[in-house]
């Protein structure tokens, strides 16, 4: 059962592993994959993913690393505004995630980077003071807003946003695990509303071509 | 019958820094497992007190091998974890399949170092030790890569 659950997981790692650079030295084993790697990054080519029907603005009044209440509509309407949804405790994607935008962001001019709002809702808020949060994003970019508060009101605001998490639980060696958004929402500044989504595969450079337009509320 | 299928892994760790292949030319056969590791980094913490880590293990002989544990003297521990859907979940193996490989990359698989001795920075290298069931041990060296390093670009 455990065999054959990794054996399957493997092979979508594989498949998603896109262009990782590791030939097998004609052993052939493998057969067949490589085709499917091909069709998987033609496929995944643009990193944007344009909404026919955009989203509300979740209207989530949290608290922010300063232990200051933060209402996010009011703080970010007008505004460009990227929304992601993760937790610290998270060694890989979120901190993949934040960092691909704050070097996207470098990219910008100084008065483009003042008006986005980058904002990290945790979904971890139990671990995720304030004071944790804010120690956090300072080592990622210091103009990112972080937001904590009560669960279930992010988790509220997150399926609005088509987004699903789950509380933080414990698993079976007593460790917490916790879920993270697969999934950066963009809030134009025209209209507040979220028009554009990435997927976690989005890179540095797909934000840094995309940022500029973003900012302007056009289509990236 | 086992030594030598450890040294060769034991040579490939040596030089899994980059991206490159190692293992080439075994002519190994006889229903035994014989790992290599490629591709391994790990992206820049945030902070000392989490990180991840990522790498191929190349599985050129005939038998599956299960990677069981990883220690390092870098970390507290270093657990295996599998990640679904934005869950993780700590798994006690992973197994690298005969003529296979096991690829932990970001968004999938993983190794992940808790409470570090302090916080690798770009251009260092994590010691850790590959458990496996059958081969033994495997020594890598993890370079320590930028926090948005990317291995299908290289940067």
Redesign the interface.
Known sequence: M??RS??T??A???L??????????G?G??SGKPVAVVSEEVASDKAATVLDQPFEKPDLVLTDTHGKKYDLRKETAGRPTLIYFGY??????C??TM??LA?AKKSLPKAEQDELRVVFVTTDPDRDTPEELG??LR??DPQFIGLTGDFSTIQAGARTLGIA??PTTK?K?G?L??????QVVAFSPKTDEGYVVYG??A???DYTKDLPKLIEGQNP | MRRPAAVIPLAAAVLAGA?L?T???STESGGKPDLSV??SYM?Q???AS???GFL?I?N?GDAADQLTSVTSDAAASVTL???????????D???V?A????????????L??DHLKSKPVEGQSVPVDLHFATSGDLKVEIPVKP??Y?????H
Not at chain 1, 16 to 25: H, I, K, N, R, S
Not at chain 2, 150 to 154: D, I, L, S
């Open positions: 455990r065999t990794t054996r997981f493997a979508a790692a594989l998603a592993a896109g262009a990782l650079t590791l030939t097998a030295c052993s084993d493998d610290t405790h998270c060694p890989d994607v901190p993949l960092n691909n070097v120690s956090w080592g990622i998490i789950e698993d060696n460790k695990v916790s879920v993270h958004g697969t976690e595969d890179t540095v450079d | 991206v292949l293992g080439c030319g490629t591709s992206p913490p945030v902070t989490l990180a991840a191929t190349e050129k974890h599998r990640t679904e859907g934005g869950a993780m979940e700590e798994v193996r992973l197994t399949p003529h296979g490989r096991l690829v932990l990359r970001s968004g999938g698989d993983h992940m170092f926090a948005t990317n291995p299908a670009t290289g």
